[in-house]
């Protein structure tokens, strides 16, 4: 399964600083890739970097997705190791909290999901695929939630911003002419994490899924992908 992470690959993890992003990175780290994380919060992020440097060459640039000027220090930052093989688009925002139902969701919250969630993942992988062409193998992933499926009461902004990012994923695999180059989207589950807590703050932790154990079936995920195109769940795999 390893020989997808090897040693000195490069990866960027948007939204490294905490939940999900955070434990990826670290998982990264451990089979000896190069990461590069961001988050808006730049001391998270640095109290993040503290901890996750132990276990590898961590790179870490504070701003936001939605910033261009931002994606492209992503992008040079991997350009400066000589390589991209791995992009996760991560970092999402559910707009506001509580989630407004349809008829009370404003254009402004509605632009402001489609910005981070939509947008920024595309802009990144627009500008990520020029290196990642170069690579005999590279992967790009995009967070989905099973919110882009299901009609949950509330959930209408947020759900279409991920149904319109896995569409766009499966048009670009679709359209890519290098077999070598992935699209995973990737359906993490319920975690306990921020995001769950801001979105449900009276859930049950103890029922929420461990965000490290979505990280390493993200990794078998990524390990086990035999076609251009992937969606997976990762609450459905079974760890190796
Ligand atoms: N938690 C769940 O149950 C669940 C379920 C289904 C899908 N998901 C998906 O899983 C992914 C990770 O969610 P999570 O629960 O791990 O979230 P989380 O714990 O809230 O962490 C989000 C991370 O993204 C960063 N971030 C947020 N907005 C950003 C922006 N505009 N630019 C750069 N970084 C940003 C955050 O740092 P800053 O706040 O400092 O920017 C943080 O590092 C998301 O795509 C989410 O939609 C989560």
Same mark, same amino acid.
């Given at each position: 399964?390893?020989?997808?992470?090897?040693?000195?690959?490069?990866?960027?993890?948007?939204?490294?600083?905490?939940?999900?992003?955070?434990?990826?990175? #670290? *998982?990264?780290? @451990? #089979?000896?890739?190069?990461?590069?994380? /961001?988050?808006?919060?730049?001391?998270?992020? *640095?109290?993040?970097?503290?901890?996750?440097?132990?276990?590898?060459?961590?790179?870490?640039?504070?701003?936001?997705?939605?910033?261009?000027?931002?994606?492209?220090?992503?992008?040079?930052?991997?350009?400066?190791?000589?390589?991209? /093989?791995?992009?996760?688009?991560?970092?999402?925002?559910?707009?506001?909290?509580?989630?407004?139902?349809? +008829?009370?969701?404003?254009?402004?919250?509605?632009?402001?999901?489609?910005?981070?969630?939509?947008? =920024?993942?595309?802009?990144?992988?627009?500008?990520?695929?020029?290196?990642?062409?170069?690579?005999?193998?590279? @992967?790009?992933?995009?967070?989905?939630?099973?919110?882009?499926?299901?009609?949950?009461? @509330?959930?209408?902004?947020?759900?279409?911003?991920?149904? =319109?990012?896995?569409?766009?994923?499966?048009?670009?695999?679709?359209?890519?002419?290098?077999?070598?180059?992935?699209?995973?989207?990737?359906?993490?589950?319920?975690?306990? @994490?921020?995001?769950?807590?801001?979105?449900?703050? /009276?859930? +049950?932790?103890?029922?929420? #899924?461990?965000?490290? /154990?979505?990280? #390493?079936?993200?990794?078998? =995920?990524?390990? *086990?992908?035999? *076609?251009?195109?992937?969606?997976?769940?990762?609450?459905?795999?079974?760890?190796?």
């Amino acid at each position: 399964m390893d020989s997808w992470f090897e040693a000195g690959h490069v990866a960027i993890v948007t939204g490294g600083s905490k939940g999900l992003g955070k434990e990826i990175a #670290r *998982e990264l780290l @451990t #089979r000896g890739l190069h990461v590069i994380i /961001d988050g808006r919060d730049g001391r998270l992020l *640095e109290t993040a970097a503290k901890e996750l440097r132990q276990g590898g060459d961590l790179i870490t640039i504070a701003g936001d997705v939605s910033d261009k000027e931002h994606a492209h220090a992503l992008i040079a930052a991997a350009r400066e190791l000589g390589r991209l /093989d791995l992009l996760v688009n991560n970092a999402s925002t559910l707009g506001e909290v509580p989630l407004p139902r349809v +008829d009370e969701l404003t254009k402004g919250t509605f632009e402001h999901i489609f910005d981070v969630n939509v947008f =920024a993942p595309i802009h990144l992988m627009q500008h990520a695929l020029p290196l990642m062409q170069q690579s005999s193998i590279a @992967t790009i992933v995009n967070i989905t939630s099973d919110a882009g499926v299901e009609a949950y009461p @509330t959930w209408g902004g947020y759900g279409a911003s991920k149904a =319109a990012l896995e569409h766009i994923s499966r048009v670009l695999a679709a359209e890519l002419e290098s077999p070598s180059i992935r699209v995973l989207v990737a359906d993490p589950g319920d975690m306990n @994490t921020q995001m769950h807590r801001d979105a449900i703050p /009276d859930a +049950d932790p103890s029922e929420l #899924r461990n965000p490290a /154990d979505s990280a #390493r079936a993200l990794l078998q =995920a990524i390990a *086990e992908m035999k *076609e251009p195109y992937g969606r997976v769940r990762l609450a459905d795999l079974v760890l190796a």
